[in-house]
């Protein structure tokens, strides 16, 4: 591993959250305790005031000088490097290429949000938070029990147990105005919703409205058996998932060339969607 990521890493868990000790740099780099003290030293001979050591916390906590120069600074950067390791290269070079990619908006989601949130679902508690809908002008306290992140049509949501409403709900991250870590123990965790953990199939076919060619196109298209494409989700995720895939099942297109897809079991998963 190159010191560039190394230094990628360690700006990477101080952005967001908030801190970096030497276990899980240990574990990541393979290198010793010592080693990664010289690391964390050699960011700071080049990053001067960046972090500070707080012995209470054992850890170097980012300071006020703290600016991010190898992170992208977006959620999903962390996510992927917490899930599946993934490492950038450096240095970035930009060559001319046989491929283009139209990337999505990314979605701003601020570190002081998500690192009280990141430990709460650690830790299985409680934040305190106001979060502003779409529905409403002004934000509205809340006491949640985040479990899990999830990634839908490009955002990030986390879903939790919302004491005012005394029921699992999905909360966009970019919607949170403030959040402060409550520490009070969760009673309604991740294996109390139902909803997360009851599997659900989806079965998608193509448009019975088009004919035999256009629907082998579909076919191909996903690779469908005997005419079916079956997707297994969470109930919770059903209405996500028929987002995601651009599927209607209320109202259908009037063009079926622009439906293309339809739910076959839709009486099935219908409980699971919401207005």
């Known amino acids: 591993m190159e010191l560039e990521?190394?230094?990628?890493?360690?700006?990477?868990?101080a952005f967001w959250e908030g801190q970096v000790n030497s276990k899980p740099l240990m574990q990541a780099f393979g290198l010793s305790r010592q080693s990664v003290s010289k690391v964390i030293h050699q960011y700071l001979e080049q990053y001067p005031h960046s972090l500070q050591?707080?012995?209470?916390?054992?850890?170097?906590?980012?300071?006020?000088?703290?600016?991010?120069?190898?992170?992208?600074?977006?959620?999903?950067?962390?996510?992927?490097?917490?899930?599946?390791?993934?490492?950038?290269?450096f240095p970035i070079r930009h060559?001319?290429?046989?491929?283009?990619?139209?990337?999505?908006?990314?979605?701003?989601?601020?570190?002081?949000?998500?690192?009280?949130l990141l430990k709460a679902v650690?830790?299985?508690?409680?934040?305190?938070?106001e979060y502003l809908s779409v529905a409403s002008s002004d934000p509205t306290g809340r006491l949640l029990y985040p479990h899990t992140f999830v990634k839908s049509a490009n955002r990030w949501h986390v879903r939790a147990y919302?004491?005012?409403?005394?029921?699992?709900?999905?909360?966009?991250?970019?919607?949170?105005?403030?959040?402060?870590?409550?520490g009070a123990k969760a009673s309604h965790t991740q294996k109390h919703d139902?909803?997360?953990?009851?599997s659900v199939s989806l079965v998608f076919a193509p448009d019975p409205r088009l004919n035999k060619e256009q629907k082998q196109v579909l076919e191909n298209d996903y690779g469908m058996e005997n005419g079916q494409l079956i997707c297994d989700t969470r109930?919770?995720?059903?209405?996500?998932?028929?987002?995601d895939l651009q599927i209607k099942t209320k109202m259908l297109e009037a063009d079926p060339?622009?439906?293309?897809?339809?739910?076959?079991?839709?009486?099935?998963?219908?409980q699971w969607l919401y207005d």
């Open 235 to 243: 109930a919770a995720l059903v209405k996500y998932t028929l987002d």
């Open 162 to 182: 919302c004491a005012l409403r005394q029921q699992y709900l999905d909360f966009v991250l970019s919607r949170f105005q403030t959040v402060d870590y409550d």
């Open 122 to 129: 650690k830790e299985q508690t409680a934040v305190d938070c």
């Open 5 to 13: 990521q190394r230094f990628w890493m360690l700006e990477l868990v």
């Open 53 to 89: 050591y707080v012995a209470s916390k054992k850890s170097h906590q980012i300071t006020s000088s703290f600016t991010p120069r190898y992170i992208n600074q977006t959620v999903d950067e962390y996510f992927d490097w917490l899930e599946f390791s993934k490492l950038p290269t």
């Open 257 to 270: 060339q622009a439906q293309q897809l339809i739910c076959v079991n839709y009486s099935d998963i219908k």
């Open 194 to 198: 139902a909803h997360w953990n009851t």
């Open 95 to 116: 060559q001319q290429s046989s491929q283009y990619r139209i990337e999505p908006l990314s979605r701003y989601v601020s570190p002081t949000v998500m690192r009280p």
